[in-house]
């Protein structure tokens, strides 16, 4: 795919998540420092979840039918630049440093992240349908254990991998089954992404910054 026949830098289409849900949590790995490249990732200038209109409303009938089951969501990244996605490339390229792959990819050496499907050179993230995200028990304040934490590459993180607790392969399918029954597909290496079936746009990625004054200026 030709990017520069395919981008643009329109947000109009897009919303903050939490305009929609509310009560949605919010952890920004990529603002953080605490993701897989260990610094923060270009093109994400706030901590806080942008995605389209679309999916924004199919994430808040997720989450009225989540919370009746005792559960909010918390999202981990949503809508991603394309400078973000070739700040990964370059990073798997060029970059020498290997000081988060304790945390995030213990197995596996940098190529094969892109080799096995676990980063995309083309994110389905940039076409602003796609979020990452968990639950987590309002009763205890804290992350359903899913058996794996966000991010690991790893087969432990495959949706459908049984070498995990039973009550941390049900906790994957408590939200997999309301993401899909709400519109979302998910992938088969990673129980925590999920992207809306009826995307707005199929065809486009975006290149604006994960900002909400620059939502607002547009």
Not at 23 to 39: A, C, H, K, L, M
């Amino acid at each position: 795919m030709d990017y520069k026949k395919k981008v643009t830098m329109d947000p109009s289409g897009f919303v903050l998540l939490s305009d929609y849900v509310p009560g949605v949590i919010q952890e920004i790995r990529y603002f953080s420092t605490y993701n897989f490249i260990g610094d923060r990732i270009d093109g994400y200038e706030e901590p806080c979840a942008i995605i389209t209109k679309e999916a924004a409303r199919a994430l808040k009938s997720v989450a009225n039918e989540l919370n009746v089951q005792g559960y909010r969501l918390k999202v981990f990244d949503a809508y991603r630049p394309v400078c973000a996605v070739k700040h990964f490339v370059l990073w798997g390229i060029e970059d020498l440093d290997l000081r988060m792959k304790p945390f995030f990819y213990p197995e596996l050496e940098k190529q094969e992240l892109f080799i096995k499907g676990y980063i995309a050179s083309q994110s389905s993230h940039s076409r602003g349908s796609t979020v990452d995200l968990t639950l987590l028990d309002m009763e205890t304040g804290k992350e359903l254990n899913m058996g794996s934490p966000f991010d690991l590459f790893s087969p432990i993180s495959h949706p459908d991998y049984r070498g995990i607790t039973e009550e941390q392969y049900n906790n994957r399918m408590i939200l997999r089954n309301a993401m899909m029954r709400n519109g979302f597909e998910p992938i088969d290496c990673e129980w925590w992404h999920f992207t809306l079936k009826e995307e707005p746009y199929p065809d486009t990625y975006f290149e604006f910054p994960v900002s909400s004054e620059y939502l607002k200026k547009s």
